[in-house]
């Protein structure tokens, strides 16, 4: 499972907020829900939110090893 809990750490510690990458940065609010629910996002969108709090991959998500991944 990929797990958004660094992006909220990263953003908290950043000048950003959900409002202002919503109408500062044209991040849309389904994202922003995505996020909360650590639903799957698109590789563009986390290269944007890397470079919109100029942080790593990793400082937005992490895998977690889950019970519930798909089975390869």
């Known amino acids: 499972m990929i797990c958004y809990k660094p992006f909220w750490n990263t953003l908290s510690k950043s000048n950003e907020s959900t409002y202002s990458l919503i109408k500062h940065h044209n991040i849309s609010g389904s994202t922003i829900q995505k996020l909360r629910e650590n639903k799957p996002l698109n590789t563009t969108t986390l290269n944007d939110l890397c470079r919109i ?3 790593a991959i990793q400082d937005i ?3 977690i090893p889950s ?3 798909q089975i390869l």
Do not use: R
């Open 53 to 55: 709090l100029n942080c």
């Open 61 to 63: 998500a992490e895998y």
């Open 67 to 69: 019970d519930d991944d």
